[in-house]
């Protein structure tokens, strides 16, 4: 199968976007889930190139999204950090003042200075702007490291159908696209689950419960079970003992 238009072409760029709306000129919103395009399979390549395109503009989307939750996190960041630097500041610099008596009452303020400071970082740390802002950023690059994964990967696939020899049949050719298109939904709903799941664990109170103390979450690994061999003997998951059953005791004699 021919593949020389499966490598879509970027769109051009519109007018200014207007606020609360994405490079994609859709209202941000939250990251919810998206309609799959249904469309016909008579043209193999076309439906390819929607689909390629669908992909990309979800990646888009939850990179615009990050980028712009990060925006109001940085600029309240910011505003904290400086007000705990220039109150730790105050809070040494008006106690020498009033020691010199160029100041009344300078330690008082000093230590209404200092209590400044600690309400910030405190405000900073409880509703977690600073950490926030860096969750967000390190999302968005993720994201973009993916998608530019996937457009080399797809125009690999593209080169590979135009300069060939081609290798198996239509059918399979377009199998390994739409595997490599799979494998990109997944992992991009890998790194949201992950930053979310980051952001979940920042309003727990109390220690994290390690080992067997952590609850089950709804994404964790399946348990393993007990699965017979070739010979039908059950086989037990590595790192367990068997259970021997309880003999009753003997009884005497009578």
């Given at each position: 199968?021919?593949?020389?238009?499966?490598?879509?072409?970027?769109?051009?760029?519109?007018?200014?976007?207007?606020?609360?709306?994405?490079?994609?000129?859709?209202?941000?919103?939250?990251?919810?889930?998206?309609?799959?395009?249904?469309?016909?399979?008579?043209?193999p390549a076309e439906r390819l190139d929607e689909l390629y395109q669908w992909a990309e503009t979800g990646a888009l989307h939850v990179i615009d999204w990050y980028l712009a939750d990060r925006v109001a996190k940085r600029r309240t960041a910011r505003i904290l950090r400086a007000g705990a630097a220039v109150g730790?500041?105050?809070?040494?610099?008006?106690?020498?003042?009033?020691?010199?008596?160029?100041?009344?009452r300078?330690?008082?303020?000093?230590?209404?200075?200092?209590?400044?400071?600690?309400?910030?970082?405190?405000?900073?740390?409880?509703?977690?702007?600073?950490?926030?802002?860096m969750r967000d950023v390190a999302a968005a690059q993720a994201v973009q490291r993916r998608l530019e994964a996937l457009q080399f990967d797809w125009a690999s696939e593209s080169v590979r159908e135009v300069l060939g020899p081609t290798e198996g049949t239509a059918a399979e050719a377009a199998e390994r696209c739409l595997t490599v298109l799979r494998r990109f939904h997944e992992d991009l709903a890998?790194?949201?689950?992950?930053?979310?799941?980051?952001?979940?664990?920042?309003?727990?109170?109390?220690?994290?419960?390690?080992?067997?103390?952590?609850?089950?979450?709804?994404?964790?690994?399946?348990?393993?079970?007990?699965?017979?061999?070739?010979?039908?003997?059950?086989?037990?998951?590595?790192g367990t003992r068997p259970n021997m059953p309880r003999q009753r005791p003997p009884e005497p004699p009578r």
């Open positions: 199968m021919s593949q020389p238009d499966m490598q879509p072409e970027r769109p051009p760029e519109g007018p200014p976007r207007a606020e609360g709306e994405d490079a994609q000129g859709r209202d941000r919103g939250d990251l919810a889930g998206r309609a799959f395009p249904l469309g016909d399979w008579g043209e730790v500041s105050a809070g040494a610099l008006l106690p020498l003042l009033g020691v010199s008596g160029a100041l009344d300078g330690a008082e303020y000093g230590y209404l200075a200092l209590l400044l400071a600690a309400v910030c970082m405190g405000c900073d740390r409880f509703f977690g702007v600073t950490a926030g802002w890998e790194l949201v689950r992950s930053e979310t799941s980051d952001w979940m664990m920042q309003f727990r109170t109390g220690p994290v419960p390690t080992g067997s103390q952590a609850a089950p979450v709804p994404w964790g690994p399946p348990r393993q079970e007990a699965a017979p061999d070739r010979t039908g003997r059950i086989v037990l998951p590595p």
